[in-house]
C-alpha cells in the first residue's frame, strides 16, 4: 500500500450471500480492518452536508410524482454521507470493508427507483462513480445459487420485503440486484482502478469463506 491510504473493498451481493456476517467475520480477527462501515445510521453532520451538497440537484429537479422522490433523495444522500466519512476513516485504518456501499446505492436506486432519460440525476450518477472510483480499490461480489439465497432469507431471524414470497419472486428479486450491481461495477471500472474479486458462499462453511477473504484483501494491502 502505497503513500498510507486504507484499501477500501465493498463487499456486495444478493440478499443472504453473506456479506454482512463476512465481514463481522473479518474485522474481528484483523484489527487493521474497519468494518460495519454501511449506508445506515450514519452521523447526522455528515448527513447534513451532503444534504447542502445536493441542494443545486434537488432544485433544478424538484421532488414530485415524476420527478426525485423521498426515498430516492434519502439514499442519495446518504451516499455522499458515507464518501465523508470513508474519507476519514481511511486516515486510521489498513482496510475498510463496506458492507453496503457505492455498489449497493447506485444498484438499489436502479431496482426501485429507476431513472429513463432525466439529465440531472444521470448528471449526478456520474459524478457520484466519479467520487467513489477514487476511493474504492476493490468490489468483493458474494454469490450462492438461488436456491440457497432463498433458504438464508427465509431462515434468517431478520426480516426482508421478498421473505415471504414464492421462489420465483425471490429469484427475480436477486436476478434484478445482480444486473443492476453489474451495471455500477462496469462505471466504476470505467472511471477509475477498480478491481473484482468473485466469491462463493454456496458451500463454504463461514469461517472458510472469511479466510479466503482475507487471503485477497492482504494481497491487495500488500500490493496496493
Given at each position: 500500500?502505497?503513500?498510507?491510504?486504507?484499501?477500501?473493498?465493498?463487499?456486495?451481493?444478493?440478499?443472504?450471500?453473506?456479506?454482512?456476517?463476512?465481514?463481522?467475520?473479518?474485522?474481528?480477527?484483523?484489527?487493521?480492518?474497519?468494518?460495519?462501515?454501511?449506508?445506515?445510521?450514519?452521523?447526522?453532520?455528515?448527513?447534513?452536508?451532503?444534504?447542502?451538497?445536493?441542494?443545486?440537484?434537488?432544485?433544478?429537479?424538484?421532488?414530485?410524482?415524476?420527478?426525485?422522490?423521498?426515498?430516492?433523495?434519502?439514499?442519495?444522500?446518504?451516499?455522499?454521507?458515507?464518501?465523508?466519512?470513508?474519507?476519514?476513516?481511511?486516515?486510521?485504518?489498513?482496510?475498510?470493508?463496506?458492507?453496503?456501499?457505492?455498489?449497493?446505492?447506485?444498484?438499489?436506486?436502479?431496482?426501485?427507483?429507476?431513472?429513463?432519460?432525466?439529465?440531472?440525476?444521470?448528471?449526478?450518477?456520474?459524478?457520484?462513480?466519479?467520487?467513489?472510483?477514487?476511493?474504492?480499490?476493490?468490489?468483493?461480489?458474494?454469490?450462492?445459487?438461488?436456491?440457497?439465497?432463498?433458504?438464508?432469507?427465509?431462515?434468517?431471524?431478520?426480516?426482508?420485503?421478498?421473505?415471504?414470497?414464492?421462489?420465483?419472486?425471490?429469484?427475480?428479486?436477486?436476478?434484478?440486484?445482480?444486473?443492476?450491481?453489474e451495471r455500477a461495477i462496469g462505471e466504476l471500472k470505467r472511471a477509475g482502478h477498480v478491481v473484482v474479486e468473485a466469491l462463493?458462499?454456496?458451500?463454504?462453511?463461514q469461517d472458510r469463506s472469511a479466510a479466503q477473504l482475507m487471503a485477497a484483501l492482504k494481497h491487495r494491502r500488500n500490493g496496493?
Amino acid at each position: 500500500m502505497s503513500g498510507g491510504r486504507a484499501v477500501i473493498v465493498e463487499l456486495v451481493g444478493p440478499a443472504g450471500a453473506g456479506k454482512s456476517t463476512l465481514a463481522q467475520g473479518v474485522s474481528a480477527v484483523d484489527s487493521t480492518v474497519r468494518g460495519g462501515l454501511t449506508l445506515w445510521g450514519l452521523p447526522c453532520a455528515r448527513l447534513v452536508e451532503s444534504a447542502v451538497a445536493l441542494l443545486p440537484t434537488i432544485l433544478n429537479v424538484g421532488i414530485g410524482r415524476s420527478r426525485l422522490r423521498w426515498g430516492e433523495l434519502a439514499q442519495m444522500i446518504r451516499l455522499g454521507a458515507l464518501r465523508r466519512v470513508v474519507g476519514q476513516e481511511a486516515r486510521k485504518h489498513r482496510v475498510i470493508i463496506l458492507d453496503e456501499g457505492p455498489v449497493f446505492a447506485l444498484s438499489w436506486l436502479d431496482v426501485f427507483f429507476k431513472r429513463n432519460g432525466e439529465r440531472v440525476p444521470a448528471a449526478w450518477r456520474r459524478r457520484a462513480v466519479a467520487e467513489w472510483a477514487t476511493l474504492l480499490d476493490v468490489v468483493v461480489f458474494i454469490d450462492a445459487s438461488d436456491l440457497t439465497l432463498a433458504h438464508r432469507i427465509r431462515a434468517r431471524p431478520k426480516s426482508h420485503m421478498v421473505k415471504d414470497r414464492p421462489d420465483s419472486e425471490i429469484f427475480g428479486f436477486s436476478a434484478g440486484f445482480r444486473r443492476a450491481f453489474e451495471r455500477a461495477i462496469g462505471e466504476l471500472k470505467r472511471a477509475g482502478h477498480v478491481v473484482v474479486e468473485a466469491l462463493s458462499t454456496e458451500d463454504d462453511p463461514q469461517d472458510r469463506s472469511a479466510a479466503q477473504l482475507m487471503a485477497a484483501l492482504k494481497h491487495r494491502r500488500n500490493g496496493h
